[in-house]
């Protein structure tokens, strides 16, 4: 049963974090070298700002709706069944972007430590801690987030052992020199800070005295500089060239720690990724489910988790390679990108629209 208690504002900027870091930063120093070459690590601030600016789109709309969840802002002013579609289609986005993401870990988890093994049995097991999650509330997912956080941050420290070969001059002193910038891979970089639109659904699980949109930019902030120290040392580790050149730096990097009673460290190093995967899969799962019982309000809800995390077992075995689960993930990107600023504009007009019709006539 969903618990009552509200996410206090540390647990809300931990759930934040928690879902924007993930896979992506394995292949984000890679992605910034070949999109904007010298120096691109710098422009993690700017990836960084627009997410903030989109944030505070969403706190306009916890503002205006006065906590309200978008459910209640939507259906005052637009009869369900013309809504009913859009919660499909959002469930439907936010199941798949889950299933991917889970998809990608493994694939890259079982090339690098199990190669002979079914990359649908860790599926399975993922998927089955993601139901457990599921099922517990959101309240109860957050305060495992925080749990999990911990056994997770703690791995920014090891960028400490490559102090000592990090240069300053392979950084050279000219700006986004040797990059190919597009619009589509922009959208690759952005995804990496995607997550925090998941607060829109957050609003019902708050009170006006959480500080919600101020734990957000928090949770964003925390992300933005762990994403621009790893940049920072990852450009200051590898030539431009040898950056653009493999799949995943941050791997490389770990595979240069050695200790003297533990072999192929990056094998377990990799595995605390999960914690922070997990968090990405579940929160978007969350989110379909949510709309999932705004569409089917007379199913139970576990009954529901089980069908949405079953469907995403089913899906994950379409795509077969790293490449083929890279292209949805493209694709889904650009998409919830979309969402992530057109679904809060759409409310804000929406709210507009709701208080001029709450004005009362010229006395």
């Given at each position: ?15 934040v974090f ?16 070949e999109s ?5 690590w ?20 916890y ?15 637009i ?10 289609a ?9 299933c ?5 870990y ?9 190669p002979t ?7 399975l ?14 309240y ?12 997770f ?16 001059a ?12 597009t619009?589509l ?10 997550g ?6 957050m ?8 500080k ?6 928090l ?17 200051g ?16 990097l770990l ?12 094998n377990?190093l ?5 914690f922070t ?19 089917f309000?007379?199913m139970k ?11 995403c ?12 689960v890279g ?23 929406v ?13």
């Amino acid at each position: 049963m969903e618990t009552k208690e509200k996410l206090a504002p540390f647990h809300a900027t931990i759930l934040v974090f928690m879902i924007q870091s993930g896979v992506m930063a394995l292949i984000l120093p890679q992605l910034l070298a070949e999109s904007f070459g010298t120096n691109g690590w710098i422009t993690v601030l700017g990836f960084g700002l627009m997410a903030s600016v989109n944030i505070l789109l969403i706190g306009a709309v916890y503002k205006l709706g006065k906590g309200r969840s978008i459910f209640q802002i939507l259906e005052q002013s637009i009869p369900k069944f013309l809504l009913l579609p859009v919660y499909l289609a959002l469930a439907l986005v936010w199941t798949l972007l889950g299933c991917m993401a889970g998809k990608e870990y493994i694939l890259i988890f079982q090339m690098y430590a199990f190669p002979t093994t079914s990359p649908m049995e860790f599926k399975l097991i993922l998927d089955l801690l993601v139901f457990w999650l599921l099922t517990k509330g959101l309240y109860n997912m957050a305060k495992a987030s925080t749990v999990f956080f911990w056994l997770f941050i703690w791995m920014i420290l090891l960028l400490f052992f490559f102090y000592g070969d990090f240069k300053w001059a392979r950084l050279t002193p000219f700006m986004f020199k040797g990059g190919k910038f597009t619009f589509l891979e922009g959208l690759d970089i952005y995804s990496s800070f995607l997550g925090y639109e998941l607060v829109l659904l957050m609003f019902a699980y708050t009170n006006q005295k959480t500080k919600l949109i101020k734990s957000t930019l928090l949770g964003n902030a925390m992300t933005t500089f762990s994403y621009l120290y790893l940049s920072l040392i990852t450009f200051g580790l590898f030539s431009l060239e040898q950056l653009k050149n493999k799949a995943f730096p941050l791997l490389e990097l770990l595979a240069y720690i050695r200790f003297p009673f533990l072999e192929r460290m990056e094998n377990l190093l990799y595995g605390f990724f999960l914690f922070t995967v997990l968090f990405s899969i579940l929160l978007y799962e969350w989110c379909a489910l949510e709309m999932l019982k705004q569409v089917f309000p007379k199913m139970k809800t576990n009954f529901l988790a089980f069908i949405l995390i079953a469907s995403c077992f089913a899906i994950a075995y379409i795509p077969k390679t790293l490449n083929e689960v890279g292209d949805w993930l493209s694709t889904l990107s650009m998409i919830e990108c979309g969402i992530a600023f057109g679904f809060p504009l759409l409310l804000l007009v929406v709210l507009m629209f709701q208080k001029i019709g709450s004005r009362p006539a010229h006395e």
